[in-house]
Structure formats: C-alpha cells, structure tokens
T-cell receptor, first 114, second 112 residues
Framework: EAQVTQNPRYLITVTGKKLTVTCSQNMNHEYMSWYRQDPGLGLRQIYYSMNVEVTDKGDVPEGYKVSRKEKRNFPLILESPSPNQTSLYFC?????????????FGEGSRLTVL | DAKTTQPPSMDCAEGRAANLPCNHSTISGNEYVYWYRQIHSQGPQYIIHGLKNNETNEMASLIITEDRKSSTLILPHATLRDTAVYYC?????????????FGTGTKLQVIP
C-alpha cells in the first residue's frame, strides 16, 4: 500500500531535549516536505527536498533541521525544542509536478514541548 | 505568504452542490491549481488539480477561469462526510523552486 509513515505519532518532551521525527515513503517520490499546523494558521511549510541531498527552506525553518540521505526518508530534527514548537506536524511526498505532483500526507505527529 | 485566498467558512445543505471559490490572481503560467481537504486533524487528502482546462474526477469538478486568476471546486452532491477544511494551492509545473504554501483554507460545514 502506498503510504507516508511518520513516527512518533504523539510525543511529549521537555525544552532542550533533542528529538527526531521520522518520515518514510514507499512510492519512490522525489519530493518530500514537512509542515506544521497550528490553530488559525493553516499548514506552514518548514523544509522541502527535491531529491537526495537537495533540501531548501520553507516558510518557517527556524529551529528545525532536515536531511535527505536516502530517497525514501526525510527526518525532521529539533536540536533544542522550545514550547513554541508545540504543534501538529505533517510529512508529505510527491512526484515532481511535471508528472503528477499531488502530495501524499502522513497521518501527523503531535508534538508537545514542555 | 499564501498565494491563494479563500473564504474562511461556508455552509452547504446535504445533497446540494458545494461551490468553493479560490482566488490566485498572481498565478504564473507554469503553475497548477491543486485542491486538498483535511478532515479533523488527519493528513490532507488530494482532491483534484488542473492547469487551465476544467477537470472532473470521481470526487469533484474544478473550474478554472479563462484568465486563470481564480477557480472553483465543485462537490456535486455534498454529504455529511464532506465536512472538512478545503485548501487551494498553486504549485509550479517545473523548476527548482518548489515551496508549496497552503494558507488557512475554507471550512465547509455540510448541514443535514
């Protein structure tokens, strides 16, 4: 089954404790992206990647890092989480839009930073 | 900043057509219009997309104006399960710039 898998789905952590949210897709998609969703603010893009070793900033990259060492994986790294990073996070992937381009989303990861 | 503008909320009677507008007045020639919906806090789900012609699939129809500055998503017979937040986005057909901005969408409430 074609899917985007995020882990963990729920996490409560404390300020400053490094964490990684993993994202994996099984559709051989070139494009992968991370979003955060906060009440009243819609979905905001954090980082995206066009292919292996190619990443770029979205609208709200501060406080986050990403890497794309393999095509299927795109982890989101919070080196020193702060309470303002409490949010619902979504990973998405797609073929490049010249082919189809619709985004497939994971089920979300709800992060709470105390 | 979002490249699209949508009304924050709309109501639709069950069984009637739901017409959701989207303004994308700054769209460029190589950008597609995509529609997604999000039910509760689930991951957004793709509905339909188009470049300049009207499109239809099993879920919905997409009408794009001739000048491509706006579009309308049509759910022909809305059901209670169509209650969701609907997002209209634009995305470049090609090129290295692939920032995809979603905005806040339209919350559609289907009323029994």
């Amino acid at each position: 089954e074609a899917q985007v898998t995020q882990n963990p789905r729920y996490l409560i952590t404390v300020t400053g404790k490094k964490l990684t949210v993993t994202c994996s897709q099984n559709m051989n998609h070139e494009y992968m992206s991370w979003y955060r969703q906060d009440p009243g603010l819609g979905l905001r893009q954090i980082y995206y990647s066009m292919n292996v070793e190619v990443t770029d900033k979205g609208d709200v990259p501060e406080g986050y890092k990403v890497s794309r060492k393999e095509k299927r994986n795109f982890p989101l790294i919070l080196e020193s989480p702060s309470p303002n990073q409490t949010s619902l996070y979504f990973c998405a992937s797609s073929l490049l839009p010249g082919v189809r381009g619709e985004l497939f989303f994971g089920e979300g990861s709800r992060l709470t930073v105390l | 900043d979002a490249k699209t503008t949508q009304p924050p909320s709309m109501d639709c009677a069950e069984g009637r057509a739901a017409n959701l507008p989207c303004n994308h007045s700054t769209i460029s020639g190589n950008e597609y219009v995509y529609w997604y919906r999000q039910i509760h806090s689930q991951g957004p789900q793709y509905i339909i997309h188009g470049l300049k012609n009207n499109e239809t699939n099993e879920m919905a129809s997409l009408i794009i104006t001739e000048d491509r500055k706006s579009s309308t998503l049509i759910l022909p017979h809305a059901t209670l399960r169509d209650t969701a937040v609907y997002y209209c986005i634009v995305r470049a057909l090609s090129g290295g710039y692939q920032k995809v901005t979603f905005g806040t969408g339209t919350k559609l409430q289907v009323i029994p």
